[in-house]
Structure formats: structure tokens, C-alpha cells
């Protein structure tokens, strides 16, 4: 047993594929503005009634399936009453005593997270605190997420530090992507995590609504170093439920923890049941998810295990590399998408998906790299420039003079004339530094504006130096 224990309930958006919200025919919000999105049922107005929407269903049944959930043989929704201004009507539609799917799993690395549940609910309405919690004077809400459609993935306490909730998120978010169902420029995955240490006996403290995964890091790593601290001070933890204030970057202290029976679970009178047949189960068509196509592209292509899993971690990005990989040696696909393409990403912020890229253009590129006409400081350049709009590779490269110099004799002299100008560097290599070779290197690049070749020049320059 570890000296940490984490269980993770996760709310994931159902919101791509699906045209209006759990209950009612209001669209699933995009970016309207506040509060006029929303419709008598969205606010709870005496005599509207509530009607299901299958579409939330077969998204909802095929995350169940993908997590290896035993499933329900029917869809009961219940009331979850609390009295908090997001929730008009006093109470959340949700299931509890019959959830959709239980005893799923789900593998991080070479460990298994237990499932408890996957469940369905409508999602309240936005709480928006200016300031920050802890400073805002006041609160403004905004109706229009309230009854959009919710999944929400419970695990037992198997998680043992937050690195591992983060692991579990990513694999959790990979699985949604590649079933279609959740779209991160409209929806959130937000996250309530329970938390206890060892030396408290595992007192269990819950932190709510927590987004992002470095958020849910950041979180989990406070909420346990404070726990730790209060119980060095000889102060004692108690159940209860906290905040995390994003701005502070401090769990606070809301409410004492509740028990279920708290909630005042009904069934929801105005809902019939629904049978979950069969053949509805047999009808789910699963892609295949990031972990198989991980085996296989490592056989297929014969690729090193750590470059198919992080290849296929992101949808997008395997479907890139198996189009890139039928024109170019597959391992420099794996080895330029996975590190240098993720990183120009990473430095613009933008995401793969968003980002209109002429995988054509870098096939080209990629092949000048492989025949060594172009240097790998010149083809990152270029790959940053195709991250931001298309253009003929072939054609710029000619305009800009960007050949790799590959005349031999051409790159003696670079090279000689570095050696001759530093003679000081020349005699550190020669008295064991090796930083002083890349010094050396440098100085050619610099000369020949990136266009000579690293490799090349370091042979050479030893040559010259002995």
C-alpha cells in the first residue's frame, strides 16, 4: 500500500457529435454570449419537463465500453438534491443507484486504474469568480452550459501520486478523442479528486472542480503537502471538501464532506426508464484506441515503443505519421513528428488539430533532410514556417539559397578557417573538452547560415585539430 491514496472523479463533456443539450432542444453552447443559450428546462421553470436525448446514450455507452465497463441493463436517472445558485431547480439530474457502467479499467504505463462507475448527467451552469474565489466580491452565472450533457468517470482510490492522476488523464482524454465523442474547443474535463496520506490513517479530504492537467497536478501535490504539514503540526485533518483556487494556487476550505444520504437521492419522476438491449450494445462500433494502434505501428513500421506510444497519444498525430510514414523511412517520420513537430507546437501553443498542415509539404521536406540537401537547423526552420501557413518547400529552399553545403572541399575550408580563428578552443579540444568541438561547429553553421552539415563538420574538424 502507498503512502498516498488518489480516486479521481472525472467530468468529460459529451459534446461532439451530439447536436443539443441532455434534456431539452437547446444547442450545445459554443461561445455564445452568457445566458442566452438556454430555455424553460435549462432554467427550471414550474411545468417544463425534461426529455432525453439517445444521442447522449450511444456516446455515453460507447466510453463505457471502451473502459471495459460491465453495462446496465437499463438507464435510470435520479435527483441529486443540493441548493447552490448553478443548479436552478435545487437538485442535478444524475444516476446513482444504477449507473450506466461499473468495473471498467483502465492501464497507465504498466498499472491498471480500477473504475468504480461511468455514469451520465447534466452539467450545472458556469460560476464565474472574478478575482479569483478567495477575492472575488462577487459571483456571476451563466446559464448557458446548465444541462449539457456530462460522463463522469469514477476510479477507486488505486492512484498513488499526482504524476499518475496526470497519466490517467491523458489516457482517459486520448480514449474520448478517439471515440469522437468529446471536443476540447467547446467542452472541459474538469475533475474532483479525493485525497489521503498514510499518516492520517487516509483521512479522506475531496478537492472540487479542478481543470486542466497541470491544474490537477498542481493541486494534488499542494492538497498532500498541506495535509502532511497540518498533521507534523500535530493538527488534525478532518473529512471535508475543498476548493482549488487556480490564481493562489491553494486548496480552501468550503464545507465539511458529505455522505450521499446528504443528497437526498429520488428517481427522477419526470423520466422513463430505457431498456439497454443487446442489440444496442452489439451495434457499438470501437475504433482502435491508442494502445493497439501503439502495438501496432511498432510492428508495422518498426518503430521503437516510446515513439509509438507518443505518436498515438494524440489521434491526430498517429493518422499524420502513418500518411507521412508511406512516403519517407518511417523511423525519421516517428523521430521529427513526435519531438520536432510537438515542440514547435508547444512553443505556438496550438494544437495539431487546429492547425491546417500540408503534410505534403513536409513529406518533401523531410525527404530533402533524408538526401542531405537540406541541414536539420534548416529543416526546423522550415518546419516552424509550415506550422503557420503552407508554402512549396522545394521552391523556397531554392529561392533562400538553403542547400546544404556539400562540396567537400567548400566545408575544409569553413572548417579550417574556424580552427585558424580560435586557436584557443582548438587546444581546449585537444586537452579533452568536447564542448569545445561544438564551439567550433558553431562557428562553421554560423559562417554558412545554417546550411552546413553538423556531422560532416565535426569529422572534418577533428581531422584538422590532430
Given at each position: 500500500?502507498?503512502?498516498?491514496?488518489?480516486?479521481l472523479?472525472?467530468?468529460?463533456?459529451?459534446?461532439?457529435g451530439?447536436?443539443?443539450?441532455?434534456?431539452?432542444?437547446?444547442?450545445?453552447?459554443?461561445?455564445?454570449?452568457p445566458?442566452?443559450?438556454?430555455?424553460?428546462?435549462?432554467?427550471?421553470?414550474?411545468?417544463?419537463?425534461?426529455?432525453?436525448?439517445?444521442?447522449?446514450?450511444n456516446?455515453?455507452?460507447?466510453?463505457?465500453?471502451?473502459?471495459?465497463?460491465?453495462?446496465?441493463?437499463?438507464?435510470?436517472?435520479?435527483?441529486?438534491?443540493?441548493?447552490?445558485p448553478?443548479?436552478?431547480?435545487?437538485?442535478q439530474?444524475t444516476?446513482?443507484?444504477?449507473?450506466?457502467?461499473i468495473?471498467g479499467?483502465?492501464?497507465?504505463?504498466?498499472?491498471?486504474?480500477?473504475?468504480?462507475?461511468?455514469?451520465i448527467?447534466?452539467?450545472p451552469?458556469a460560476?464565474?469568480?472574478?478575482?479569483?474565489?478567495?477575492?472575488?466580491?462577487?459571483?456571476l452565472i451563466?446559464?448557458?452550459?446548465?444541462?449539457?450533457?456530462?460522463?463522469?468517470?469514477?476510479?477507486?482510490?488505486?492512484?498513488?501520486?499526482?504524476?499518475e492522476?496526470?497519466?490517467?488523464?491523458?489516457?482517459?482524454?486520448?480514449?474520448?478523442?478517439?471515440?469522437?465523442i468529446?471536443?476540447?474547443?467547446?467542452?472541459?474535463?474538469?475533475?474532483?479528486?479525493?485525497?489521503?496520506?498514510?499518516?492520517?490513517?487516509?483521512?479522506r479530504?475531496?478537492?472540487?472542480?479542478?481543470?486542466g492537467f497541470?491544474?490537477?497536478?498542481?493541486?494534488?501535490?499542494?492538497?498532500?503537502?498541506?495535509q502532511?504539514?497540518?498533521?507534523?503540526?500535530g493538527?488534525?485533518?478532518?473529512?471535508?471538501?475543498r476548493?482549488?483556487?487556480a490564481?493562489?494556487?491553494?486548496?480552501?476550505?468550503?464545507?465539511?464532506?458529505?455522505?450521499?444520504?446528504?443528497y437526498?437521492?429520488?428517481?427522477?419522476?419526470?423520466?422513463?426508464?430505457?431498456?439497454?438491449?443487446?442489440?444496442?450494445?452489439?451495434?457499438?462500433?470501437?475504433?482502435?484506441?491508442?494502445?493497439?494502434?501503439a502495438?501496432?505501428?511498432?510492428?508495422?513500421?518498426?518503430?521503437?515503443?516510446?515513439?509509438?506510444?507518443?505518436?498515438?497519444?494524440?489521434?491526430?498525430?498517429?493518422?499524420?505519421?502513418?500518411?507521412?510514414?508511406?512516403?519517407?523511412?518511417?523511423?525519421?517520420?516517428?523521430?521529427w513528428?513526435?519531438?520536432?513537430?510537438?515542440n514547435?507546437?508547444?512553443?505556438?501553443?496550438?494544437?495539431?488539430?487546429?492547425?491546417?498542415?500540408?503534410?505534403?509539404?513536409?513529406?518533401?521536406?523531410?525527404?530533402?533532410?533524408?538526401?542531405?540537401?537540406i541541414?536539420?537547423?534548416?529543416?526546423?526552420?522550415?518546419?516552424e514556417?509550415?506550422?503557420?501557413?503552407s508554402?512549396?518547400?522545394?521552391?523556397?529552399?531554392?529561392?533562400k539559397?538553403?542547400r546544404?553545403?556539400?562540396?567537400?572541399?567548400?566545408?575544409?575550408?569553413?572548417?579550417?578557417?574556424?580552427?585558424?580563428?580560435?586557436?584557443?578552443?582548438?587546444?581546449?579540444?585537444?586537452a579533452?573538452?568536447?564542448e569545445?568541438?561544438?564551439?567550433?561547429?558553431?562557428?562553421?553553421?554560423?559562417k554558412?547560415?545554417?546550411?552546413?552539415?553538423?556531422?560532416?563538420?565535426k569529422?572534418?574538424?577533428?581531422e584538422?585539430?590532430?
Open positions: 500500500m502507498g503512502t498516498v491514496k488518489i480516486g472523479e472525472v467530468h468529460i463533456s459529451l459534446n461532439k451530439i447536436k443539443t443539450k441532455m434534456f431539452c432542444g437547446c444547442k450545445l453552447p459554443t461561445k455564445p454570449e445566458n442566452t443559450n438556454c430555455c424553460p428546462i435549462c432554467l427550471a421553470h414550474p411545468g417544463a419537463k425534461p426529455s432525453f436525448n439517445k444521442e447522449v446514450l456516446a455515453a455507452l460507447k466510453l463505457a465500453t471502451a473502459l471495459k465497463c460491465d453495462t446496465a441493463k437499463q438507464l435510470l436517472f435520479s435527483r441529486k438534491t443540493y441548493f447552490y448553478d443548479l436552478p431547480a435545487n437538485y439530474i444516476q446513482y443507484e444504477a449507473p450506466l457502467g468495473n479499467k483502465l492501464d497507465i504505463d504498466a498499472k491498471t486504474i480500477a473504475l468504480k462507475r461511468v455514469h448527467e447534466e452539467d451552469a460560476l464565474i469568480h472574478p478575482g479569483g474565489v478567495a477575492n472575488a466580491g462577487f459571483t451563466d446559464y448557458n452550459r446548465a444541462g449539457t450533457p456530462l460522463a463522469e468517470v469514477v476510479t477507486e482510490p488505486d492512484i498513488e501520486s499526482p504524476e492522476a496526470r497519466q490517467f488523464l491523458k489516457a482517459l482524454l486520448s480514449i474520448v478523442d478517439y471515440l469522437g468529446y471536443e476540447s474547443e467547446t467542452g472541459t474535463i474538469k475533475a474532483d479528486a479525493n485525497v489521503s496520506i498514510k499518516e492520517t490513517g487516509y483521512i479530504v475531496e478537492i472540487k472542480n479542478i481543470s497541470k491544474e490537477i497536478e498542481s493541486a494534488l501535490n499542494y492538497e498532500i503537502e498541506r502532511r504539514k497540518c498533521f507534523q503540526a493538527e488534525s485533518i478532518q473529512q471535508e471538501t476548493g482549488w483556487d490564481v493562489s494556487q491553494q486548496t480552501y476550505a468550503m464545507r465539511t464532506k458529505e455522505t450521499e444520504d446528504d437526498g437521492y429520488i428517481s427522477e419522476p419526470n423520466l422513463t426508464t430505457i431498456d439497454i438491449t443487446d442489440d444496442m450494445i452489439k451495434r457499438i462500433e470501437l475504433p482502435e484506441l491508442a494502445n493497439a494502434r502495438k501496432r505501428l511498432k510492428e508495422d513500421y518498426n518503430i521503437a515503443a516510446d515513439d509509438a506510444n507518443a505518436l498515438t497519444a494524440d489521434m491526430e498525430l498517429a493518422e499524420l505519421f502513418e500518411r507521412v510514414a508511406k512516403e519517407i523511412d518511417p523511423i525519421l517520420a516517428a523521430k513528428l513526435r519531438k520536432e513537430l510537438v514547435v507546437l508547444k512553443e505556438k501553443k496550438k494544437k495539431l488539430k487546429l492547425v491546417k498542415f500540408d503534410e505534403t509539404q513536409m513529406v518533401t521536406l523531410l525527404k530533402m533532410f533524408e538526401k542531405g540537401e541541414t536539420d537547423v534548416t529543416a526546423r526552420e522550415l518546419l514556417k509550415l506550422a503557420k501557413k508554402f512549396d518547400v522545394s521552391e523556397y529552399v531554392e529561392n539559397d538553403l546544404a553545403v556539400s562540396d567537400t572541399k567548400e566545408l575544409e575550408n569553413y572548417c579550417k578557417e574556424a580552427v585558424e580563428d580560435h586557436p584557443r578552443v582548438a587546444d581546449d579540444y585537444k579533452g573538452k568536447e569545445a568541438l561544438n564551439y567550433l561547429v558553431g562557428k562553421v553553421m554560423k554558412t547560415k545554417g546550411k552546413a552539415p553538423a556531422g560532416k563538420c569529422e572534418i574538424i577533428k584538422l585539430i590532430k
